[in-house]
């Protein structure tokens, strides 16, 4: 079988026997990008290059780039532990040409990687491409003889990428495997294109035009490839297994997290296994970038999913804090690829723990209340939304933490109902700091802080591991 890391290193031998840099992974926290909460994609390092700003050293580069999606534009949160591909964290592989090679190469390329380094049937292939584009149509069609049904137009934003407004911009690919007629789903661009059996995985994005102001103002000058990968999409493929979670560096995940829980990945406590194993890598792998749990920004992020991956750990009857004993697991699995996490493996273990002893003398009362208020509910019935905000503020429930419990259950939450309520409870405050002469917001940081406890937050300031731990 061919593990998880000898499939990273051969995408990324085969690119740079093709002249392409081998380029480390970037931190998880954006060095060139404010506007950003987490590196979402491989090309995300790469920015400047793209769109001018800076010259590359190089004109190819290949990499496996650590990205989170669990917030923001690209948020993967809500289908952890529900769909068989996704993750908050998972690693991109990717090559890029900095105007250097276009639309032939990279097709070929990526057949090539696909069909003879790593021996894929193509009946099992399907590609998408971006409705007006005929040139990669035409491409595909001569690189892999392909029926014109294989390659399949697509006139949604899907194929068609952008960086933003303003800047490069451009049609692409998407490479799909089709796992087979036993599970459910359609092809691209089909109603039941959202089923697990045809699972995307590799785009690839062309960048040949520039936009300002949202319109396409002129052709690039010198068009650029991007790609992205999903390291644990490809792996099910090569190991045979239809889910990500099946995967090598999965199975030892979850069966470490089930044999401290004493409990089997079976029927109804499978999700939360599985939510558990990728929330521990995103927790662990952000921590060790030096993101810290807190109330805002990008540590608030952190403590939304290090919470879920605790209620998932409640749920399955652990008695004591857990996740910071599934670190070394990790860092045994990834350590060698991410040094960082075995620099930061003490650190990484006593924030979890912290944080853990922490939500747990609020969860359990958390979750009596949860089960008091819906008590005799059917499929379907909604939580009111003042007590998800008796949740939130009183047993520190993040709202999505509760949604995610509701969902189990197959109920929903007033999510207009917790706003009003939130908002009640800010005027509730500001009317009484009125008379003790304080601004507005020096009283909002001191309630929160009374609420909380003082968090030094320095999820945005911090760029590696090393300056923290
Ligand atoms: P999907 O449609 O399945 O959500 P996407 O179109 O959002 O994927 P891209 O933004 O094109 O994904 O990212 C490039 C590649 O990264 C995808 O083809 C896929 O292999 C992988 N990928 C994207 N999101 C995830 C995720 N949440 N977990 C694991 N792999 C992912
Ligand atoms: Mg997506
Ligand atoms: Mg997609
Ligand atoms: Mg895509």
């Not at 194929?159 to 599970?183: L, Q």
């Not at 940081?445 to 030094?456: C, E």
Request: proline content about 4%; overall charge negative; some cysteine.
């Amino acid at each position: 079988m061919t593990s998880l890391k000898q499939i990273r290193s051969t995408f990324l031998d085969y690119f740079a026997a093709d002249s392409h840099e081998k380029v480390q992974s970037a931190p998880l926290v954006p060095q060139n990008d404010p506007t950003l909460l987490f590196v979402n994609a491989g090309m995300v390092p790469f920015k400047d290059y793209f769109t001018g700003a800076a010259v590359p050293p190089y004109k190819r580069a290949t990499s496996s780039q650590k990205c989170v999606r669990a917030g923001g534009k690209h948020n993967d949160l809500d289908n952890v532990g529900y769909t068989a591909r996704h993750h908050t964290f998972f690693e991109m592989l990717g090559n890029f040409s900095f105007g250097d090679y276009f639309k032939d190469h990279a097709i070929e390329s990526a057949w090539g990687l696909l069909t003879k380094e790593f021996g894929l049937d193509p009946k099992r292939l399907l590609v998408t491409v971006y409705h007006t584009d005929d040139e990669a149509f035409d491409i595909w069609k001569k690189v892999t003889g392909f029926a014109d049904e294989k390659i399949i137009r697509i006139p949604t934003a899907d194929n068609f990428w952008a960086m933003g407004d303003s800047g490069p911009c451009g049609p692409c690919t998407e490479i799909f495997y089709d796992h087979g007629d036993h599970i459910f789903g359609g092809p691209p661009g089909s109603p039941d294109e959202d089923g697990d059996r045809f699972v995307e995985i590799w785009n690839n994005v062309f960048m040949q035009y520039e936009k300002e102001n949202d319109e396409i103002v002129r052709d690039l000058p010198k068009p650029s490839v991007d790609t992205g990968m999903g390291l644990e999409r490809i792996a099910a493929v090569l190991q045979g297994v239809h889910s990500n979670y099946e995967v090598d560096l999965f199975k030892s995940l979850i069966n470490a997290s089930e044999e401290l829980t004493s409990t089997k990945a079976e029927g109804e406590r499978a999700p939360s296994h599985r939510v558990i194993a990728d929330h521990l890598r995103s927790t662990a792998f952000l921590i060790a970038d030096g993101v810290t749990p807190s109330n805002e920004g990008r540590g608030y992020v952190l403590r939304r999913i290090m919470r879920r991956a605790m209620r998932h750990a409640h749920l399955l009857g652990a008695q004591d804090p857990l996740m910071h004993r599934l670190v070394p697991t990790l860092v045994q699995e990834m350590g060698e690829a991410y040094p960082e996490l075995g620099r930061a493996q003490a650190f990484i273990e006593d924030t979890l723990k912290q944080e853990e002893i922490r939500f747990r003398t609020t969860l359990g009362r958390g979750m009596n209340l949860f089960d008091q208020a819906t008590t005799g509910f059917k499929a379907g019935d909604m939580l009111d939304g003042q007590t998800a905000f008796t949740l939130y503020d009183t047993y520190g429930f993040p709202l999505d933490l509760t949604q995610d419990e509701a969902r189990r259950r197959g109920f929903s939450v007033n999510v207009d109902g917790f706003e009003t309520a939130m908002a009640e409870q800010r005027d509730r405050s500001r009317e009484h700091w009125k008379g003790s002469g304080q601004t507005a917001s020096a009283g909002a940081w001191l309630a929160l802080r009374d609420q909380h406890g003082a968090t030094a937050f320095t999820g945005y300031e911090s760029e590696t591991s090393e300056g923290k731990v």
